[in-house]
């Protein structure tokens, strides 16, 4: 989309272009929950869910020199709800939560918030940010923030099933 007054943003002209930067890869698959979080140099992080049956995975792509990479999948296992933030000259962290089922994939056991940093162009390895995961032990609804020295903050809502106090952390 380019800013009020023309020239610089994403896109062109006057209006808006739409370019398709994720796709849906088997008829039974399903797109949602779409972040994108944009820099001061135009580099771009969006994030966004895909759902299957049976399992869930969180996807990322990056617009960095007005050049789009290939979409790829940061976890693969039962995650859900991405969330992404990017400080002015394009370095950014995706967050997500990871869901363990049962051995029947059919109750969830515990949740845990894992994010993955963008940093000079190069994606490192996600990490669990979360509390060591126990019995019954959720933490899910992440958000995340960074600021113009690079510095992340997240947060999340975390229980255990056992105590009905939800906390913020």
Same mark, same amino acid.
């Given at each position: 989309i380019t800013p009020p007054g023309g020239g610089g943003g994403i896109g062109s002209g006057s209006g808006a272009v739409a370019i398709r930067i994720g796709f849906q890869r088997s &008829? +039974?698959?399903t797109l949602s929950a779409p972040r994108i979080a944009l820099s001061d140099n135009n580099t771009a992080l969006v994030a966004w869910q895909e759902d299957f049956p049976n399992d869930s995975s969180v996807w990322i792509n990056v617009l960095s020199n007005n050049r789009w990479d290939t979409a790829m999948a940061i976890d693969t296992? +039962? %995650?859900i709800d &991405?969330?992404?933030a990017v400080d002015p000259i394009g370095n950014g962290v995706v967050v997500w939560t990871r869901q363990t089922y049962d051995a029947n994939h059919s109750n969830i056991i515990d949740n845990t918030v894992w994010a993955q940093r963008y940093v000079n162009g190069a994606w490192? &390895?996600?990490t669990r940010i979360s509390a060591a995961p126990a019995p019954d032990f959720f933490a899910f %609804? &992440?958000?995340?923030a960074i600021d113009v020295n690079g510095h992340i903050l997240a947060v999340w809502t975390q229980h255990a099933t056992a105590t009905p106090v939800h906390g913020i952390w």
């Open positions: &008829p +039974d698959h296992q +039962d %995650s &991405p969330q992404v490192q &390895p996600a %609804s &992440p958000a995340v």
